[in-house]
């Protein structure tokens, strides 16, 4: 017997929230219907899927590489679901987009790809700067749209959208000490190893939850390459906090990656585009936004961008 498409979906909205009552309530189900789903998927699959706790479930290991390939299995329906239903649009002419780092990694190629089919007579340009260059093209007419972390932005003359924001939550290796606890804060992260990300403003953003807390983490590794802390983390070398915008599960090293949500406040990465106020998106750019104001709602219903 094979899961079933809905019984992978509530496996997935349990897995995110750690609750079956928020699952059901996003799945809109009951929580009776979803916890005997999860218990026959338990018995296709042959082995524990969640770990019960006071606050919840959790994962088990089992069940985080489930999660990976249940991601694959959800991202592969609603690209055959999106590509079925969209229809080419006529619209024709230049577009200048341009990205930050973190964009360019995790949102750039979905992005591309959607807007080349959808808009097949648009001459798309893709131009990658760091916050400041864009915020300065854009006033300059240089470029039409930036698609970067708008929490950041700070320009004059600027208008921004916010398309998605992305938690952010611990991540360890499995078996890691904090996964038992029943609430996890700032202070229990600092006795550990933390691997700090250096890319797109990510140091200035970890510097001012850590000082709100009133407390310092003990950095062991500044990088500007995910990859290294994704493997650090999953061989268990120290810990991270990132967004689940970069998670990625499906990866070799992020199946053995486990997401602990933080009790102390911690902001989420809030993606979204930018234009210049003199200059507001209308007929072909106008579309143009709509079209990735619905990509990225259903990159994030997916849940797999792994980005915070």
Known sequence: MKPTLRQIEYFVAVAETGQVMRAAERCSASQSSLTIALQNLEVIVGTPLFIRHAKGLRPTEAGERFLRHAYRILNATDDALQEARTLPDDAGGRLRLAVTETISAYLLPSVASTLSKRFPNVELTLIEGDRRELEAAVLAGEVDLALLLVSNVVADGLVSHTLLRSTRRLWTSPGHPLLDKPSVTLDDVRGQRFLLLDMDEHVQTVERYWHAAQVEPVVHFRTRSIEAIRSLVAQGYGVSILSDLVYRPWSIDGGRILRRDLSTGVPSMDVGLVWAQRRPPEGMT?????????????????GHMGVE
């Open 286 to 302: 106008e579309r143009i936004v709509s079209a990735l104001r619905s990509l990225i709602r259903e990159i994030n219903d997916r």
